[in-house]
């Protein structure tokens, strides 16, 4: 990826350029200390003086008012905000007339920021205070007032907090009066600019110290640049979060988010004082100190997927390349590409009008549909259909191009959606909620209806990255789930009334992704890399669960390193450098699943032998427990010397009813309500009392006796013998009650016992039948 930049031979301006800021992805405003604002059409390559300010404004810094505003959408912003020297912010249409002068600080205005929703506006000042005005231009309240000048502010994304320069420190103070304010040193020298952006919540600050910083919000350091020859001027971040733009005297730089540089132009600018991105995130405008107004496009972005690598050449020409054959195709578009995904053999490009499937099997028929609103944001893929996230709503789209549905919930914010809060399968569409970010809503892709019962899911922590399995069944599906402890979970995604466990499968872990062809899952945790073979493991039988395993050494990826994909049996990492390692894995697992989801059992065992792993018997056990299917189960435990387990696998064959057998497996799984449940449907009330002693569950079997009305002497004799076992006295009252004048008799405990399997043999035999319930021997 690199900026190709285009400069004036003659500036525009006669004096330094101090901000400028786009109305739509082809039009600019800029103001210069010559007192004019200048209107830079791109299309046409025009410039027009919009107005002549008075002599006594200069202006420092103006901010359009921000476009989309609940119901009223708007193309293009209207009118901006302006501060000056004078000590005043201007509000100004977007014709140029002067609509409102506010005298709001002591020495000049330094910066003005809009919040997100437009309703408040925050200006800084050389007199060290922090002001937040209504939209009208009214003083609602001085946030802070400090001694030295602020040069900086930014809102953070919930516009409920307010960012702010103090000399070599940085602030983040809540609007809410006595909440916490974050203070920290972040720079050596005095730090000149920040921003905050709203889709990565990350913080960018740049100093006289020459260096540009990343933050996370809670003040941790993400990337400390090397110094550079002059003071960095100014940082912009993309809309999307995933770059920024640095400027510093004759420089302009494209990093990416984690901070390393993707490019470094030398423009003749001067200083270049401020940056702003086009709202499509595709150019860079920059106020240059030497009058004029720098224009950088992003160019050269690469897609791969397998055999295929893209390049996005010009800003309407890709150039695709077969790196089997060498073969080269050239797509053209009729407007510029914003946004693109290659994934699942299909590529899908957005234009700033249109949007174009692309097969790989052929490049020269795409399907190409028009878009409903601006600006797709977001892009992602699954086998059977696409989402695209624009600055209004969600859409999915067929890969023939027909639309399938648009999910909503309220309070909905799809500017600040990003690859880490939303998540796509085949049938199940994941968005994090911002407001509450420890909520996940769920979608049938199909009808963009919430699932199930249209209950979210909560967990205890905030979550950073969510991701959805993409093969098997709908009722399988499963999400898996970074938050804030920085905890792996994984749950499963149907929810019909009962809450739905959420199991924790690893600790320390920093970026996840699941594999496109089968449900394997990777992470990197701490300084290891994780492979779950089979994370459904935990459902089934959690002891085997680090069996199932692959672990790596993961020094090598150095700090902060993060998973780009996990196509076939390649993971593709990109480390903090911004190099790209590869990893491969055993394909091994991979043809286990495809062989368990066609239930060759017989291949899979045979599969399991040939190679002579622990962690594919692992993975075959709990595939087998998981699919009812004994038989295979029972070798596969034998082969990774679990006996005990293979004991009570022999049990459950030689149970008389098909639903104490499944009863059974669902208590080996650990399930033992379900296991109790499937046991009183049939009228086993015995068994259903039986396994509640087994399992010391005193309280519970007695409850079955007494409401069935039946073997409460079976229960109180056990309790007995148990208390008598240990040597204890009986202390609790209900048992105490029924205890009362009963005479326990084993010989007629006994008997009646043999009665209840007799019966329920005999039951069984005579409903053989009947259509089985799907379980082998």
């Keep these: 990826m690199r900026l190709k930049i285009s400069l004036l031979k003659e500036p525009k301006h006669q004096e330094l350029v101090s901000c400028v800021g786009w109305t739509t992805a082809e039009e600019l405003y800029s103001c210069s200390d010559d007192h004019q604002i200048v209107k830079w059409n791109l299309l046409t390559s025009e410039t027009t003086q919009i107005v002549k300010l008075p002599d006594d404004i200069y202006p420092i810094d103006f901010h359009w008012f921000p476009k989309s505003l609940g119901v009223k959408k708007q193309t293009q912003a209207e009118s901006f905000v302006l501060t000056s020297s004078d000590g005043k912010f201007h509000l100004i249409s977007k014709l140029g007339r002067v609509e409102k002068s506010i005298e709001a600080h002591c020495g000049a205005v330094l910066a003005g920021r809009w919040n997100y929703e437009g309703t408040a506006l925050v200006t800084v000042g050389e007199d060290g205070q922090i002001k937040i005005w209504s939209k009208t231009g009214m003083l609602r309240s001085t946030l802070a007032q400090q001694g030295t000048p602020v040069y900086s502010v930014a809102w953070g994304p919930d516009s409920e907090k307010v960012l702010y320069t103090a000399g070599k420190q940085l602030i983040i103070k809540p609007l809410q009066p006595n909440a916490k304010v974050l203070q920290w040193k972040a720079h050596d020298g005095i730090i000149l600019k920040v921003d905050w952006n709203s889709v990565n919540d990350l913080i960018l600050s740049a100093g006289e110290d020459c260096k540009y910083k990343v933050w996370d919000s809670y003040s941790r350091p993400l990337y400390n640049s090397q110094p550079h020859e002059h003071p960095i001027t100014s940082v912009a971040w993309a809309p999307d979060g995933e770059l920024f733009a640095v400027g510093s005297f004759h420089t302009l730089r494209l990093c990416d988010k984690t901070g390393w540089s993707y490019a470094l132009e030398k423009p003749n600018t001067g200083s270049i004082f401020n940056i702003a991105w086009s709202i499509d995130g595709t150019q860079i405008a920059g106020a240059c100190g030497n009058g004029h107004v720098v224009f950088a496009h992003v160019v050269e972005q690469h897609w791969e997927w397998k055999n295929f690598q893209v390049t996005l050449t010009k800003r309407r020409a890709m150039q695709v390349r077969n790196v089997l054959n060498d073969a080269v195709d050239l797509l053209e578009f009729r407007d510029r590409v914003i946004k693109a995904s290659l994934n699942y053999a299909h590529l899908v490009v957005s234009t700033s009008l249109q949007c174009y499937v692309f097969s790989t099997k052929n490049w020269n028929t795409p399907i190409i549909f028009d878009l409903k609103e601006g600006t797709v944001s977001l892009i992602l893929q699954a086998e059977r259909h696409f989402l695209l996230v624009d600055g209004s709503s969600i859409y999915l789209y067929s890969y023939e191009g027909r639309f399938i549905s648009s999910p909503k919930f309220p309070g909905m914010r799809t500017d600040i959606l990003n690859a880490q809060t939303v998540s796509l399968s085949n049938d199940t569409i994941a968005i994090r909620d911002k407001a509450d970010e420890k909520i996940i809503f769920l979608f049938e892709a199909s009808t963009g209806k919430?699932?199930?019962?249209?209950?979210?899911?909560?967990?205890?922590?905030?979550?950073l990255e969510i991701a959805l399995d993409q093969k098997g069944l709908t009722n399988d599906?499963?999400?898996?789930?970074?938050?804030?402890?920085?905890?792996?979970c994984i749950t499963s995604v149907k929810?019909?009334?009962?809450?739905?466990?959420?199991?924790?499968?690893?600790?320390?872990?920093?970026?996840?992704?699941?594999?496109?062809?089968?449900?394997?899952?990777?992470g990197l945790q701490d300084t290891r890399f994780i492979v779950w073979y089979y994370p459904n493991t935990v459902y089934v039988d959690r002891d085997i669960l680090p069996k199932t395993l692959y672990e790596g050494e993961a020094s090598e990826f150095s700090k902060n390193p993060h998973i780009v994909s996990f196509v076939g049996n390649q993971v593709t990492i990109r480390r903090a450098d911004g190099s790209l390692v590869h990893i491969n894995i055993s394909p091994y697992p991979a043809i286990l699943h495809e062989y368990v989801s066609s239930s060759k059992w017989e291949d899979a065992v045979r599969l399991c032998r040939f190679v002579k792993e622990q962690t594919m018997w692992a993975c075959l056990a709990a595939m087998a427990v998981a699919n009812r299917d004994m038989t295979t189960a029972e070798i596969a435990y034998a082969a990774i010397g679990e006996i005990d387990k293979v004991q009570y696998i022999n049990s459950i064959k030689s149970l008389p009813s098909k639903e104490s057998k499944m009863a059974h497996i669902l208590l080996f799984s650990g399930n033992i309500q379900e296991a109790e449940i499937v046991l009183l449907q049939a009228g086993l009330v015995y068994q259903a009392i039986q396994i509640n002693i087994n399992l010391y569950n005193w309280e519970r079997a007695l409850e079955l006796a007494?409401?069935?009305?039946?073997?409460?002497?079976?229960?109180?004799?056990?309790?007995q013998k148990f208390l008598e076992t240990f040597g204890k006295q009986e202390t609790n009252k209900r048992y105490l009650h029924y205890a009362e004048g009963l005479q326990i008799d084993w010989e007629k405990i006994k008997a009646k016992i043999e009665m209840e399997i007799t019966k329920e043999r005999e039951q069984s035999s005579s409903s053989q039948s009947s259509k089985s319930m799907g379980l082998k021997p």
């Excluded at 199930?452 to 922590?461: A, E």
């Excluded at 009334?497 to 394997?520: F, R, S």
């Design 706 to 719: 007494v409401k069935y009305k039946t073997h409460v002497d079976t229960v109180l004799a056990y309790r």
């Design 477 to 488: 599906r499963k999400i898996a789930f970074i938050d804030k402890n920085r905890d792996l």
């Design 495 to 522: 929810r019909f009334g009962k809450e739905e466990q959420i199991i924790k499968l690893g600790t320390m872990v920093h970026t996840l992704a699941w594999n496109d062809m089968c449900n394997i899952l990777c």
């Design 450 to 463: 919430p699932l199930g019962d249209g209950k979210f899911l909560s967990h205890k922590n905030e979550i």
